[in-house]
């Protein structure tokens, strides 16, 4: 069964994959960034979460609903208990420093894996699909991915003000 899901898997969802990768490993050697490039990526995941939450559930208020509890909640932990630590940002050029991490990899590979098993299932035609508890519990973990994301750029926003966003750190 496992090797006919991997046959049976689109070859673009694979080259996906390896881009999703290759972005992760450069997340995790130390690199300079642009102020514009540095805000670009955890948008882009942070709406392919969201889109992953309401396309997998039928678009339903209650989806919407855990996503944002799982986003503002990671978001706040984000912010409030894990400062920006091996971030620093050059007034000067614009641009940030970041420290080589493999979090955002784990991140990625989160959402990719939970899209992955969604579409799986989906292609399955599974009753697990139908259930609101299964639905609302994928919707939670997209927007708890999604929110370390935001907490990341609330700290890099803050970095470039030299102001403290939200609470005093």
Not at 38 to 55: E, K, N, Q, R
Request: hydrophobic share 55%; charged share 15%; aromatic share 14%.
């Amino acid at each position: 069964m496992i090797k006919a899901i991997l046959v049976n898997t689109p070859m673009w969802v694979w080259l996906l994959l390896l881009v999703l990768i290759y972005l992760g490993w450069m997340q995790s050697r130390d690199r300079h960034v642009s102020k514009n490039r540095a805000f670009t990526f955890p948008l882009i995941m942070i709406v392919l979460s969201l889109y992953g939450a309401l396309f997998s559930s039928g678009d339903t208020e209650e989806t919407l609903l855990f996503w944002c509890v799982g986003f503002v909640v990671a978001t706040l932990l984000g912010v409030l208990i894990f400062p920006l630590r091996t971030v620093r940002y050059d007034a000067q050029t614009k641009r940030y420093f970041f420290s080589g991490s493999w979090m955002p990899m784990l991140l990625i590979l989160g959402i990719f894996i939970i899209k992955y098993c969604v579409g799986v299932l989906e292609g399955m035609q599974s009753p697990l699909l139908e259930r609101p508890d299964i639905m609302n519990g994928l919707s939670l973990i997209y927007g708890l991915l999604s929110g370390v994301f935001a907490a990341r750029t609330i700290g890099l926003l803050s970095l470039s003000s030299n102001k403290t966003v939200l609470f005093e750190r």
